[in-house]
């Protein structure tokens, strides 16, 4: 771009005239008339921000039309239609929707920032982003920030890692900050901070470690991690999780530093390796399958493993991580299990909600949950179910959908 | 001068034209007088200050009314403004956190920074994730900005082009304000029954105003709009146990639905609450009922005292 260091010279220039003729009193608390460049984006624009989350499951049907359910509201709109989509990832804000000839990145609109100690809420129009270039599936990572930051993309048949630059996203305009090729193989590119991990294939083909990335997309001298048969990401307030066959790496961004610990499972309990993690958006204790019969509980704050023995045959679990510790199933019969994550028991089930969707293979059930309540996709039944979990697994809502929600994402979050 | 920018802004165009063009609207019809330039981060120190120095500086704020202190952020020249700052005053703790970039930017640049939260006897927050880490929110008690303007007052008088005395008199009068603030909220609160000093709340601002005024704060979940669809009383438990077991009448929560929340309450676990909002973190727009700080903590000492007595 030959224009951009003249451009910056001149913005160099020009500022600070403006500073020497600022009007004396007159800046104080005013709007803001002189064009401020990052406003000009639309980062801002539109933005508003709310007194509660702006809950909502957005949609892909099997034709690739995104719609939006708010569930604030009860109202659906339509967003985008993309033509047929394959697969469908979130960080509860975008949606990165496999596509021919890459993945398209659509705006839900609605998100949540999570500060701590607290939390804050926005809406702006949703709409879609474009269409990120690359050839076959690609596997997501994304982190909890959706205005900040990195999101990675890792095409797995061709090897090309993308990392997208976030803020990019928010202002509604696609930048990588770099495009690495490895190998192909089942792969991730996880951003950590202004760092990454990416996973690298051994001679067998599978991944047997992540390197560490510097914000460029350079390595970083020394710094390769093993990580047998890599699989599953997730990112919490902690850090950010890898799955390895022999436990999992934690890696948290310090600014500068990036730090990667390794949490062992526990020795002398064999059970399947956690190979996805789910967890409620930002909190530390994540869960995954071990096998259909055994739940691997993991909290990233204490760095430790826990192996639950589950009450029913699952197919999908969650963690809610709340005061009673609920963990949330989807049985292999299509119900909604909710269990006690201390005890391992079954505290109450939902009938079956995705009986059909399990047993046609017209699409995976999503499920997805907050605070109060989680919820269901049942892409065949053509339903969205909200389940109260805390009274019963009481079925809240049901909203029926005009097409079949073939891929959900929970958003807002 | 002007002939120059033309020219400069026909050969760089679209975007360079505007900002010049903008910089021509807000600046050089009123020439700089000279006088100091205090960048201010929050609407609420900004007002603090002005009060405080009167027209011996140029404040400028950079946080707008009606904007979130943690996430506002600030444009180029913004940024431009505040490392060529005479002084930069922000609140610290953590607050800042969209613009604490800008701000150590700043203070690598050598410019002098006044951080308020350095003034002030600084409280934790008492539970949740953030338990034990310091809560930037001193403004909810009046007392600790007496403190914060003790400090101030010395960054200001030190400034070049700004008379001490001057500056002096004024942070006194404006002292003399916020005590009497401060001694209209301990009356306003002294009509309310110890018992019932609870504030029931989703808010996480208000450790210092507890602190100051003796009051308990009562975290509680306020169901949102998802949850108060098809309620349940599990739902509701968590606020109703915080109810019953302070005996207060109102909920102190900032809610998009108050009406079904109250709907609810009576109707799921029979009890009647009225549910009012609070100023937080920000100063209002004009008309917004929260111009300026004293305004604010006056507002909030009568909703609070109106809803508990």
């Known amino acids: 771009m030959p224009s951009r260091a003249p451009a910056l010279a001149l913005m160099g220039l020009i500022v600070p005239i403006g500073l020497a003729c600022s009007a004396p009193g007159q800046d104080t608390a005013a709007p803001r008339d002189e064009p401020a460049t990052e406003e000009d984006h639309g980062k801002v624009a539109g933005a508003a921000e709310l007194s509660e989350p702006a809950y909502g499951l957005t949609t892909v049907d099997p034709s690739g039309v995104v719609r939006h359910l708010d569930l604030v509201e009860g109202a659906e709109t339509g967003i985008a239609d993309l033509g047929p989509a394959t697969k469908v990832q979130t960080d509860g804000r975008f949606l990165f929707v496999d596509v021919a000839g890459g993945v398209d990145v659509v705006d839900s609109g609605v998100w949540t920032w999570d500060h701590v100690d607290h939390f804050h809420y926005y809406r702006a129009e949703p709409r879609g982003v474009g269409r990120l270039t690359g050839a076959g599936p690609s596997n997501v990572a994304t982190t909890t920030s959706s205005t900040s930051g990195g999101t990675g993309v890792f095409f797995t048949e061709t090897g090309e890692a993308v990392l997208l630059d976030t803020a990019a996203l928010a202002d509604g305009g696609l930048t990588e900050r770099y495009r690495l090729e490895v190998p192909p193989h089942e792969g991730l590119l996880v951003p950590v901070g202004e760092h990454a991990l990416l996973t690298e294939p051994g001679p067998d083909g599978t991944p047997d470690r992540v390197v560490a990335l510097d914000p460029e997309g350079e390595r970083l001298p020394g710094a390769a991690h093993r990580c047998e048969r890599a699989s599953g990401t997730i990112t919490t307030r902690v850090g950010t999780v890898v799955g390895c066959a022999d436990g999992a790496l934690l890696a948290t961004s310090d600014g500068d530093r990036l730090k990667v610990e390794r949490i062992p499972y526990p020795a002398g309990r064999p059970a399947p390796r956690a190979t996805s993690f789910a967890g409620r958006d930002g909190r530390p204790t994540v869960a995954a399958l071990a096998g259909r019969d055994r739940i691997w509980l993991l909290d990233n704050r204490q760095r430790a493993w826990r192996l639950l023995d589950a009450p029913v045959a699952l197919r999908q679990v969650t963690a809610v991580d709340d005061d009673d510790e609920h963990v949330l199933g989807l049985t292999v019969d299509g119900r909604v299990a909710v269990i006690d994550g201390v005890t391992g028991d079954l505290l109450s089930t939902t009938p079956p909600l995705a009986a059909a969707s399990l047993g046609s293979g017209v699409g995976e059930p999503v499920l997805v949950v907050d605070q109060q309540r989680a919820y269901l996709s049942a892409p065949a039944e053509r339903r969205l179910h909200e389940i109260d979990f805390r009274d019963g697994a009481r079925v809240a809502r049901t909203f029926p959908t005009p097409t079949s929600p073939l891929f959900t994402a929970g958003t807002g979050r | ?309």
């Open chain 2, 1 to 309: 001068m002007n002939g120059m920018r033309r020219t400069l802004a026909v050969r760089v165009g679209g975007l360079l034209s505007a900002l010049l063009v903008g910089a021509t609207l807000v600046g050089c019809d009123e020439a700089s007088d000279g006088r100091p330039v205090i960048v201010v981060s929050t609407n609420i120190l900004g007002d603090v200050v002005e009060e405080v120095v009167g027209s011996e500086a140029q404040v400028v704020t950079l946080m707008r009314p009606d904007a979130d202190p943690h996430s506002f952020e600030i444009s180029a020249r913004d940024a431009a403004r505040l490392r060529s700052a005479d002084l930069v005053v922000s609140n610290g703790l953590g607050l800042e956190e969209g613009l604490q970039q800008h701000l150590d930017a700043a203070d690598d640049d050598g410019v002098p920074g006044f951080v308020a939260g350095q003034a002030v006897d600084v409280i934790d927050y008492a539970d949740g994730d953030a338990a034990g880490t310091p809560d930037p929110h001193f403004w909810t008690d009046p007392a600790r900005m007496v403190d914060v303007v003790d400090g101030l007052v010395e960054a200001l008088a030190g400034l070049d082009g700004v008379d001490a005395a001057t500056v002096r008199e004024q942070a006194t009068a404006y002292t003399e304000q916020l005590r009497a603030v401060d001694a209209a909220m301990t009356s306003e609160f002294a009509a309310v029954p110890a018992a019932r000093r609870a504030l029931v709340t989703n808010h996480h601002v208000f450790g210092y105003l507890a602190d100051r005024y003796d009051f308990r704060i009562v975290g509680s979940v306020i169901p949102g709009g998802t949850t108060l669809a098809a309620p349940s009383a599990s739902d509701l438990a968590d606020l109703v146990s915080a109810v019953e077991e302070t005996g207060v009448r109102t909920v102190f929560a900032e809610s998009s639905s108050p009406d079904r929340l109250v709907r609810a309450l009576a109707e799921e676990a029979g009890i009647e609450v009225d549910v009012v909002e609070l100023y937080t973190e920000s100063l209002t727009a004009e008309g917004g009922g929260a111009e300026d700080y004293l305004t604010m903590m006056r507002v909030n000492a009568e909703r609070i005292a109106g809803g508990l007595r």
